[in-house]
């Protein structure tokens, strides 16, 4: 049997801004390869390139050179409305600011990518319902996010995010809006409930106290992969 693909394949990445002061490389040059079901943090000083190399992997931002495969698909050959539908289905997304809609109950918002996935409402509720219970919030399913502590709305994002079971979780800074045990609280659900589905995750974290989280740590300096070392879980 031919093994899996990994879950993420970058190969010499580049990719640039054009400002007004002039052309500003953020990635010159990444090598990145993340394995099915590894828990990657992905950390480095500020501007290194961090949230554009996740960008081009979550599939919201092409590169200039170089390729990203996610799950063995190349994005760019994909093409826009298949890209769409690719990365609706296999990719989840968790943010530092959780970016719930606040006008819908937790149970609306874990609901959303089923729908988009293309489930009926019946089906959506009963996913959301499921998913809100693994996180340990069976009973706030019709609260609206503001009436949610940090940690609760955070649960509520991972429930969204691992609601139709992506096979790759991309999570910005989940833990940088929580205080520390409520961060490693999140960041235990996140891990456990990825190794259960069997998800791959991928985290930029500036927060040193979750490093022991990680299978292993990459870490990025201007533009590039410098070292890519075990972590301690
Ligand atoms: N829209 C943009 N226009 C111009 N330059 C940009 C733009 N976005 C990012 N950059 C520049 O690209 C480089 C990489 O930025 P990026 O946001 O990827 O870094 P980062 O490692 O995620 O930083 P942080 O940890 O502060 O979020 C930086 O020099 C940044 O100033």
Redesign the pocket.
């Known amino acids: 049997m031919t093994p899996p693909p990994p879950a993420v394949c970058c190969r010499a990445l580049t990719r640039s801004?054009h400002?007004a002061a002039g052309v500003?490389p953020?990635l010159r040059g990444v090598d990145l390869e993340v394995a099915p079901g590894e828990v990657m943090f992905l950390v480095?000083p500020?501007?290194?390139?961090?949230?554009?190399?996740i960008s081009i992997v979550a599939g919201v931002m092409t590169p200039d050179g170089g390729s990203c495969a996610v799950l063995g698909r190349d994005l760019a050959t994909l093409g826009g409305g298949a890209g769409a539908a690719f990365r609706r289905r296999h990719v989840g997304f968790v943010f530092q600011a959780f970016n719930l809609v606040p006008t819908l109950t937790a149970a609306e918002n874990v609901g959303v990518p089923l729908l988009l996935n293309g489930a009926g409402q019946a089906a959506a509720i009963r996913g959301a319902t499921e998913a809100l219970a693994a996180v340990g919030l069976a009973d706030r399913a019709g609260q609206l996010p503001r009436e949610l502590s940090g940690g609760q709305q955070q649960r509520v994002a991972i429930a969204r995010a691992l609601v139709h079971r992506p096979r790759l979780l991309v999570c910005d800074e989940p833990t940088s809006a929580l205080d520390h045990r409520t961060g490693q609280e999140i960041m235990e659900l996140l891990r456990g409930l990825a190794g259960r589905h069997g998800s791959t995750l991928l985290v930029?974290t500036?927060d040193h106290r979750i490093f022991g989280f990680a299978d292993r740590i990459a870490e990025?300096d201007d533009g590039r992969i410098v070292t890519v070392r075990t972590g301690a879980a």
Do not use: F, W
């Open positions: 801004y400002a500003v953020a480095g500020s501007g290194c390139g961090k949230t554009t190399l930029v500036h990025m």
